[in-house]
């Protein structure tokens, strides 16, 4: 792959992961800052989740019919920087609801399809795809340490003028992207069901589902809890991109690694390091340098996680289904497990405490490392040949 190439490739991951950066750690805050309650604040945030449920399996239908999988992620990144205009105009739950329904049906159906076209680029060489998607997370902690000390300076308020700003960047990122040349696949002779209907990569699914599930409590009130702890924004966002520090690192690292260890062990070895992770940060959260440690660990409870995520969904499925396996892979983890990980940190946030809800997440990464242990086994289930 050429220099020009790998960088348009890498600065759509830039800017992508950069909004990520401030929604992830600061929305929550910003949803806070209207008097909204923990429900209210879970369901808003399983919003975003919920939407990659359908958004992403129908632009990946589309897109694998049609060819026109650059000309999507264009479309998509246009269409979130319209529909997020008008959350300037909202101050209910129920119109700062419409207003995530609506960019986020667009937003994640965008990336599951650019994976494609970075796979697509890289061809032969896809363990090297987390060479430029380690870009994203360099995107991310730039994002979250200055939100973070910006935010510490003025009102929480602020946040929708950074997100649409970066939202624009996005856009121009997928008007500079470049696609290789795609046609049309007409249904593969093994059907998308058949492929997916079978029990290994059944189970794949439903891991991923837990995984996202176990991260509820994370993404939707870490912040909330460590606000309530007395951290400051931008210690907040500090620890926030200690954890995708760690990230990157093994994302340069991460094809060696999976040459290594495999993907069943990476898998394995990363579910029993999130089970660990959920468990300090339930009962330690006021430790700042126990934080700091689990913070690391985000290498293999995400990045890790992710990439080894990624290649089984390549290794699944044929080439005719790869935007459907990319678009599910995001729609059932970060769509479902995501949504319904939300909802039920809400749920529980104000009843049952912060130290049970973490504690419930460590426990549900726990079936995901049994159910990996017993059925993931990517050298037994390659793609039905015709």
């Known amino acids: ?37 923990a429900e209210t604040i879970g369901g808003l945030m399983a919003i975003l989740m919920a939407s990659r449920i359908i958004a992403p399996n129908i632009w990946g239908w589309f897109a694998d019919r049609t060819g026109k999988r650059l000309e999507i992620v264009r479309f998509g990144s246009l269409m979130t920087c319209l529909m997020f205009v008008l959350i300037f105009w909202q101050d209910s739950a129920l119109g700062i609801g ?3 329904v609506g960019f986020s049906f667009f937003w994640n159906a965008v990336l599951p399809q650019f994976e494609v076209l970075t796979l697509n680029h ?6 090297r795809y987390s060479r430029i998607r380690l870009w994203g997370s360099i995107g991310f902690i730039l994002a979250v340490v200055l939100v973070g000390w910006v935010l510490d300076l003025v009102s929480i308020r602020w946040v929708p003028w950074m997100m649409l700003g970066i939202m624009v960047l996005i856009w121009l990122a997928a008007l500079m992207a470049k696609g290789q040349p795609e046609v049309a ?13 079978r029990p290994q990569v059944l189970a794949f ?39 995708v520090i760690a990230e990157v690192i093994i994302f340069i690292y991460m094809h060696h690694l999976i040459k290594r260890f495999g993907l ?4 394995i070895g990363s579910l029993l390091i999130c089970s660990l992770r959920w468990v300090l940060i339930g009962m330690l959260p006021d430790n700042q340098p126990l934080m700091l440690f689990a913070q690391t660990l985000h290498a293999v409870t995400f990045g890790a996680l992710h990439a080894v995520g990624i290649a089984l969904v390549n290794r699944y499925f044929c080439a005719a289904s790869h935007g459907q396996g990319q678009a ?17 940190s809400g749920l529980l946030w104000d009843s049952a405490g912060a130290t049970a809800t973490f504690l419930l997440a460590a426990g549900v990464a726990i079936v995901a490392l049994i159910c990996a242990t017993i059925w993931i086994k990517p050298e037994n289930c390659a793609v039905p040949k015709p």
């Open 122 to 127: 890289l061809g032969d060489s896809a363990d």
């Open 98 to 100: 419409l207003v995530m």
């Open 328 to 344: 599910l892979f995001s729609s059932f983890g970060f769509g479902l497990g995501g949504a319904l990980g939300a909802l039920v």
């Open 185 to 197: 696949h007409p249904p593969a002779q093994h059907g998308f069901l058949q492929q997916l209907l």
């Open 264 to 267: 069943r062990r990476m898998m």
């Open 1 to 37: 792959m050429n220099l020009n190439v790998y960088a348009r490739l890498s600065g759509f991951y830039f800017f992508y992961f950069a909004l990520l950066g401030v929604l992830v750690p600061y929305w929550s805050l910003y949803l806070q800052s209207f008097g909204f309650g």
């Open 205 to 243: 699914f439903a891991i991923c589902f837990l995984v996202q599930l176990s991260h509820g409590p994370y993404y939707t009130f870490y912040s909330v809890l460590m606000e309530s702890l007395g951290y400051s924004r931008a210690e907040i966002g500090m620890l926030w991109a200690v954890g």
